[in-house]
T-cell receptor, first 114, second 114 residues
Framework: AQSVTQLGSHVSVSEGALVLLRCNYSSSVPPYLFWYVQYPNQGLQLLLKYTSAATLVKGINGFEAEFKKSETSFHLTKPSAHMRDAAEYFCAVRSTGTASKLTFGTGTRLQVTL | NAGVTQTPKFQVLKTGQSMTLQCAQDMNHEYMSWYRQDPGMGLRLIHYSVGAGITDQGEVPNGYNVSRSTTEDFPLRLLSAAPSQTSVYFC?????????????FGPGTRLLVL
């Protein structure tokens, strides 16, 4: 079975501050990991994905995530938050051999303040 | 390409009514899936399909039916709507090939069951 845990349902940062959104996964086989972003009243958009190549993955809009097998983590970071980053962020895991089935975390809502 | 399209955008039903949520994709993706999104619960997989004529249950299939007669379309049917099915529904599609498994999401259908 596969699962993800996102620590913190709400995170608030000041504009220009570091963004850190936490994701821990559980998978019995090597996982593929994804971060998606959802802006208000929209569908989900892929930010980045890890598929067993480089452990540091760069995505769109200045976000990146590092796969740490020893910590079973895939935290999302951005050095400097912008107001436009305010959205809900979802971590998801897909175990190899599971026909593209994704298991999502419960989401973290990022608030960016002036 | 239109990507993944969903209709309707919003629907109100009375308990016991039936309806079909439509989903179509024009990317020739083999894999299609339906999720429901509820506050604090992330996205949960309802049903999925790995090709025309092949469907399977996800995490929360009760009360929903699907079929896949073509590669492009994957409708979700509610046979007898219940208030517990009030949710936002997302359709997603992807290739099955490793390395091309990124899922693309539609804009969602917001369903209210009274």
């Amino acid at each position: 079975a596969q699962s993800v845990t996102q620590l913190g349902s709400h995170v608030s940062v000041s504009e220009g501050a570091l963004v850190l959104l936490r994701c821990n996964y559980s998978s019995s086989v090597p996982p593929y990991l994804f971060w998606y972003v959802q802006y208000p009243n929209q569908g989900l958009q892929l930010l980045l994905k890890y598929t067993s190549a480089a452990t540091l993955v760069k995505g769109i809009n200045g976000f990146e995530a590092e796969f740490k097998k020893s910590e079973t983590s895939f935290h999302l970071t951005k050095p400097s938050a912008h107001m436009r980053d305010a959205a809900e962020y979802f971590c998801a895991v897909r175990s190899t051999g599971t026909a593209s089935k994704l298991t999502f975390g419960t989401g973290t809502r990022l608030q960016v303040t002036l | 390409n239109a990507g993944v399209t969903q209709t309707p955008k919003f629907q109100v039903l009375k308990t016991g009514q039936s309806m079909t949520l439509q989903c179509a994709q024009d990317m020739n993706h083999e894999y299609m899936s339906w999720y429901r999104q509820d506050p604090g619960m992330g996205l949960r997989l309802i049903h999925y399909s790995v090709g025309a004529g092949i469907t399977d249950q996800g995490e929360v299939p009760n009360g929903y039916n699907v079929s896949r007669s073509t590669t492009e379309d994957f409708p979700l049917r509610l046979l007898s709507a219940a208030p517990s099915q009030t949710s936002v529904y997302f359709c997603a599609s992807s290739y099955l090939m490793t390395g091309r498994e990124t899922q693309y999401f539609g804009p969602g259908t917001r369903l209210l069951v009274l």
